[in-house]
């Protein structure tokens, strides 16, 4: 458990950033361009990787942050600042992703806003430890490789919720928000997503032989 005096420590720093947050929404609603620009910097980075994660290309993951930042601009008075900027902006990206890999031809896609037919009191699956510990014998470089070629192999509906809730750190009512669910669906596929993900990790780790130092002995 976090110390009482860390968490009397976090909060101001939070409340300082929502209330940075609010006054620059503010100040761009006025017109201030410099301010609207300030919020973008500040969620650009995690929308490229929201955009890039659906559409699978980084060439239509820029198209799709400048479109989806142009409709932000554009539509900036209909925020109602009931949820923070980054999220109001991951689902404009989000749905401005969707829409750019419905209209490549041939390509079925499955909205990620579809209620699936997940089932939370489902019992959870029994997935097997991981003997020995992967970071023994794996930079950390090599795991985030590792659990990307993992996470791109998961469902889509599944993976972005993962991506949203345990890669970008956005709350269960956030990811809902961006995603346009209700929290219980965000939750259900959140467990089927790190059950997935745990599963073809322990197949990658029991595949692949761990890398020992080498003593010097031949």
């Known amino acids: 458990m976090m110390p009482a005096t860390e968490n009397a420590a976090s909060a101001p720093?939070?409340?300082?950033?929502?209330?940075?947050?609010?006054?620059?929404?503010?100040?761009?609603?006025?017109?201030?361009?410099?301010?609207?620009?300030?919020?973008?910097?500040g969620t650009q980075g995690m929308v490229f990787r929201v955009a890039q994660h659906i559409t699978g290309s980084r060439e239509d993951a820029e198209e799709v942050v400048q479109e989806a930042f142009l409709k932000a601009f554009q539509n900036l008075e209909r925020f109602e600042e009931r949820s923070r900027f980054s999220t109001w902006v991951t689902r404009i990206t989000v749905n401005t992703a969707l829409m750019k890999i419905r209209s490549r031809r041939g390509h079925a896609t499955v909205p990620l806003h579809e209620e699936a037919p997940d089932d939370p009191?489902?019992?959870?699956?029994?997935?097997?430890?991981?003997?020995?510990?992967?970071?023994?014998?794996?930079?950390r470089n090599e795991l985030r490789s590792i659990l990307a070629r993992a996470l791109a192999g998961l469902p889509q509906h599944y993976s972005t919720v993962f991506l949203l809730r345990d890669v970008e750190g956005f709350s269960t009512a956030e990811t809902a928000e961006a995603l346009g669910l209700s929290a219980t669906a965000?939750?259900?596929?959140?467990?089927?997503?790190?059950?997935?993900?745990r599963q073809r990790l322990d197949r990658y780790f029991r595949r692949e032989e761990p890398r020992r130092p080498s003593n010097g002995n031949h």
């Open 121 to 139: 009191s489902a019992p959870a699956e029994e997935v097997a430890d991981w003997r020995p510990d992967p970071e023994q014998h794996y930079s």
């Open 186 to 197: 965000v939750k259900a596929r959140l467990l089927r997503a790190r059950l997935q993900l």
């Open 13 to 41: 720093s939070i409340h300082a950033a929502e209330d940075s947050e609010v006054a620059l929404v503010q100040a761009a609603k006025q017109g201030d361009v410099g301010a609207f620009e300030q919020l973008l910097r």
